[in-house]
C-alpha cells in the first residue's frame, strides 16, 4: 500500500518529495527566533516568559511553544 502511494505521487509530482502543506506558513518558531529566546533566557533568567514575549514582539503562545517544545526548556 505504501509503495502504491509513493508511485501515485512521484507520477503526479515528478519526484517523490511531499506536497506542500496547507494552512498558514509558520512565521513566528523560526531558528532565527528560537535562538534570541534561547540566548534572552540565558541572559535574564529572572524575568518572567510573558515579559520576555513582549520585549521580542512576539505573542506569548508562540514563545512558550519555543520554549517547551522546540528547545525543551
Known amino acids: ?9 512521484f507520477h503526479e509530482l515528478g519526484n ?6 496547507s494552512g498558514w506558513p509558520v512565521t ?3 531558528s532565527e527566533n528560537m ?3 534561547r540566548c534572552r533566557i540565558r541572559r535574564f533568567s529572572e524575568q518572567s516568559m510573558w515579559k520576555t514575549a513582549s520585549d521580542l514582539g512576539m505573542s506569548s503562545r ?8 522546540k528547545l525543551r526548556l
Open 1 to 9: 500500500m505504501l509503495v502504491s502511494r509513493a508511485l501515485k505521487r
Open 16 to 21: 517523490t518529495q511531499d506536497r506542500p502543506s
Open 28 to 30: 513566528e518558531v523560526t
Open 35 to 37: 535562538n534570541v529566546v
Open 62 to 69: 508562540s514563545f512558550l511553544r519555543i520554549v517547551r517544545v
